[in-house]
C-alpha cells in the first residue's frame, strides 16, 4: 500500500512505500569470526522492517554465548541441539520467519558480508515483480578460480543430467531490474514467504549441497520465476 504525503504549500512529496518485513537468516556452525561479519554488516542495512535470526547448528555453548554477548537483544538466536545440515538449519530460521508474518525470507552463507542497500533493493524488485518466487543479489568475491572477474554469482543453470551448477562470473546489465536465472544459489536466497508456503521448505536430507537447486527447482515447477537483482550486491568470502 502506498500513500503520498504532502508538504508546504501544498508541494506534492515522493510517495512512501510500506516496507514488508524481512528476516534474514544466518546460519553459523564453527564459524564465529565470519558469522559476526556478516551479522554486523546485516544490522546496518539501510532498510527499516529487518530482523536478523542466527542459527547455530551445534557449534557449542562458547559459540552461542559470544553471539549472545556482541549482539544482545539486536537479533534472534536459535540453538540446534544437533547438526541438522544447512539446509536443516535454515528451515529453523525459516519457520520462525513465518510464524512471524514476515513477506521475505534472507537466507545467507555465514561469510558473506552485506551492501546496506541490499535488503531495500531486493525487496523493491519483488515488490515489483510479484511472479518471482526467489532472488539472489549479485555476489562479489576475492578474484580467484571461482570468480575469475570478482563475482562469483551473477546467475546460473543446473544441470540435472549431469548433476552440475554454473555460474555466470559476468556482471549482468544495471539496466535490468532483475535478470532471470535458472537457479539460485544458497549463499544468498531471497525468499517470497507465500510462495514458500506453498512450495516447502528445504529438503533437509540433503544436508548440504544441493538444497537450494532442489528448492529452486520446486519454485519453478509451482510457477515461480527465479532472478537476480544486478544493483543488489553481497561480497562472499
Keep these: 500500500m502506498r500513500r503520498a504525503i504532502s508538504g508546504k504549500a501544498g508541494a506534492a512529496l515522493p510517495e512512501v512505500s510500506a516496507t514488508p518485513l524481512v528476516v534474514s537468516i544466518v546460519v553459523n556452525y564453527r564459524g564465529i569470526e565470519q558469522t559476526r561479519v556478516c551479522v554486523a554488516s546485516l544490522l546496518a542495512v539501510d532498510y527499516p522492517n529487518h530482523s536478523v535470526v542466527v542459527v547455530d547448528n551445534a557449534s557449542g555453548e562458547s559459540e552461542v554465548a559470544e553471539l549472545r554477548e556482541a549482539f544482545g537483544a539486536s537479533i534472534q538466536v536459535i540453538v540446534s541441539e544437533r547438526n541438522v545440515g544447512y539446509g ?32 531495500r533493493q531486493l525487496v523493491d524488485a519483488m ?10 543479489p549479485q555476489i562479489d568475491a576475492p578474484i580467484g578460480p571461482e570468480s575469475p572477474n570478482g563475482i562469483w554469482y ?3 543453470t543446473a544441470d540435472l543430467a549431469r548433476v552440475t551448477t554454473r555460474h555466470e562470473v559476468v556482471a549482468a546489465s544495471l539496466a535490468l531490474a532483475v535478470a532471470p536465472t535458472g537457479y ?3 549463499c544468498a536466497m531471497f525468499l ?17 549441497y544441493w538444497e537450494d537447486m532442489d528448492l529452486s527447482f520446486r519454485m519453478r515447477e509451482a510457477g515461480w520465476r ?12
Excluded at 90 to 117: C, F, R, S
Excluded at 129 to 136: A, K, L, R
Design 88 to 119: 536443516g538449519g535454515a528451515n529453523l530460521g525459516l519457520e520462525w520467519a513465518l510464524k512471524t508474518g514476515a513477506a521475505y525470507a534472507w537466507v545467507l552463507n555465514n561469510d558473506t558480508q552485506i551492501d546496506p542497500g541490499s535488503v
Design 127 to 136: 515488490e515489483r515483480e510479484t511472479d518471482y518466487g526467489v532472488m539472489s
Design 154 to 156: 551473477a546467475g546460473g
Design 184 to 186: 539460485v544459489t544458497g
Design 192 to 208: 517470497r514467504c507465500k510462495a514458500l508456503e506453498q512450495t516447502g521448505l528445504f529438503w533437509a536430507p540433503f544436508f548440504l
Design 226 to 237: 527465479l532472478g537476480v537483482v544486478p544493483a543488489a550486491r553481497i561480497v562472499h568470502f
